[in-house]
């Protein structure tokens, strides 16, 4: 065999055993699927609502996997989107702040409580699911009593941004999204810094001995993941323009489910940011497929589960066949 036809061999496989392969031919027969059922699923607004739909989603989920990746979790995400959301119609119509001060009042509200959860994780050495699930709990009681419960309308004030569109059809929120992305990418793999958090995940004593600061990359990746919410927060506001303090409850989860689905490890130091994309785009292409099909609620969330377990088992293969 030539050295062209062995390089192009060699490049077929890498390809076939990478993860983010079968998502995509999953994407594709699931796509087939429900455009065999129902033709309207391929139509050019439906893609592109798919796409606005999870832009949210994908704005946090590209902060859970750079913490995935560190060896670090948050499972207040979700709460702190509906704290900035609450805080936001506080900001502006109670203190009667302009828009830019109080966007760059909650953009600090947000980098802050973040590096503080990361603080108290690393100073503790408590696991990050107990601490960021409690920091969770503190988000959601502000919002609740800030509130009172009640439904909170932000008066249309980022309605420029919710109706903005880029050649006349698209949402501006999903190319917001594919901003994150690009600098959550860049910044994993075209940075020291991004380096540095894959070692501190895949290996955290060796990455100190290296000499590597741990607990300075543990904790700043928790706010580079607030800056990802507070983003999110904005645009979801831009879009509905309402708030209340459970509106982001499961943002945490669907966030954590479109890491792991889309091959981020929770040992650490594995994952891509591309993998997580293409997570976040199945779980929500999946969701819009059975809505356009008509299949009951209660069913899709037992299909969503279903397969958020079937991608745990499958990204944790390697280590159960090791045991063996």
């Excluded at 995400?77 to 119609?89: H, P, R, T, Y």
């Excluded at 004030?157 to 190319?175: A, E, T, Y």
């Excluded at 990359?217 to 706010?223: D, M, R, S, W």
């Excluded at 983003?231 to 309402?242: G, H, I, K, P, Q």
Aim: proline share 2%; net charge positive.
């Amino acid at each position: 065999m030539s050295q062209a036809g062995a390089k192009r061999r060699t490049t077929l496989q890498a390809i076939v055993r990478d993860h983010r392969f079968y998502l995509v031919c999953i994407i594709l027969l699931i796509s087939a699927a429900a455009a065999a059922l129902n033709p309207r699923f391929l139509l050019p607004q439906n893609i592109i609502n798919i796409l606005q739909q999870v832009s949210v989603i994908g704005m946090c989920t590209m902060g859970m996997a750079l913490l995935l990746i560190t060896g670090q979790l948050d499972m207040g995400i979700g709460q702190l989107v509906s704290m900035l959301c609450i805080l936001m119609v506080v900001f502006i119509q109670r203190w009667q702040m302009n828009l830019p001060l109080a966007l760059l009042a909650l953009a600090c509200v947000s980098v802050g409580v973040s590096l503080l959860s990361g603080w108290v994780v690393c100073k503790s050495r408590c696991t990050p699911l107990i601490i960021t699930l409690g920091m969770g709990y503190i988000y959601e009681g502000i919002a609740t009593y800030v509130s009172g419960g009640r439904f909170y309308t932000l008066d249309r004030k980022l309605d420029w941004l919710g109706k903005m569109r880029v050649f006349g059809s698209i949402p501006v929120s999903i190319f917001i999204m594919l901003a994150i992305v690009l600098i959550s990418w860049a910044l994993l793999n075209r940075t020291r810094y991004g380096r540095r958090l894959c070692s501190v995940g895949s290996n955290e004593e060796n990455a100190f001995l290296c000499g590597i600061n741990v607990d300075f990359h543990k904790i700043t990746v928790y706010g580079v993941s607030g800056l990802f919410v507070f983003v999110a927060a904005v645009v979801l506001m831009a879009r509905t323009d309402t708030a209340t303090a459970a509106m982001g409850s499961s943002y945490t989860l669907q966030a954590l489910a479109s890491a792991v689905v889309g091959g981020v490890s929770f040992d650490g130091g594995k994952g891509t940011i591309s993998g997580a994309l293409i997570g976040c785009i199945l779980l929500g292409l999946i969701s819009n497929a059975m809505n356009v099909v008509g299949i009951a609620a209660t069913l899709q969330t037992m299909v969503q589960g279903v397969i958020i377990v079937v991608a745990v088992v499958l990204s944790n293969l390697e280590k159960i066949r090791g045991k063996r």
